[in-house]
């Protein structure tokens, strides 16, 4: 079921990105780019899976659960502090982009005839 459930979160993600990637806005584009990141990042946290116990716990032996492979939040952990830096990078480049062309419209700064 909760399965499920983060499928269906996905998708308003990947949809309220997409929208946003579409805007003339330049920093509606890049939250956009933020939001597709991050709920790219949630997919790969659900198919790692919920089940299992923690890998530490899970060491002393016995039956049970398998433990939680590790590497998938490893790889998300990192995957976001990227994504903030990038973002980050992003939002200050728009501003140059205004400082300089007093606009943050695609049309406008395209230069179109």
Same mark, same amino acid.
């Given at each position: 079921?909760?399965?499920?459930?983060?499928?269906?979160?996905?998708?308003?993600?990947?949809?309220?990105?997409?929208?946003?990637?579409?805007?003339?806005?330049?920093?509606?584009?890049?939250?956009?780019?933020?939001?597709?990141?991050?709920?790219?990042?949630?997919?790969?946290?659900?198919?790692?899976?919920?089940?299992?116990?923690?890998?530490?716990?899970?060491?002393?032996?016995?039956?049970?659960?398998?433990?939680?492979?590790?590497?998938?939040? *490893? !790889? &998300? =952990? /990192?995957?976001? @502090?990227?994504?903030?830096?990038? +973002?980050?990078? *992003? !939002? &200050? =480049? /728009?501003?140059? @982009?205004?400082?300089?062309?007093? +606009?943050?419209?695609?049309?406008? =700064?395209?230069?179109?005839?």
């Amino acid at each position: 079921m909760t399965e499920v459930f983060l499928a269906g979160v996905l998708g308003v993600l990947f949809s309220i990105g997409t929208y946003l990637v579409l805007r003339r806005d330049v920093v509606r584009v890049v939250w956009g780019i933020s939001i597709i990141s991050q709920s790219a990042n949630v997919y790969l946290v659900t198919m790692g899976g919920f089940d299992g116990l923690g890998p530490i716990l899970s060491g002393h032996g016995g039956g049970g659960a398998a433990p939680t492979d590790p590497l998938v939040q *490893a !790889l &998300v =952990l /990192t995957a976001i @502090v990227i994504g903030f830096g990038t +973002t980050a990078l *992003a !939002l &200050v =480049l /728009t501003y140059r @982009v205004y400082e300089e062309h007093g +606009t943050i419209d695609m049309y406008e =700064l395209g230069g179109s005839q």
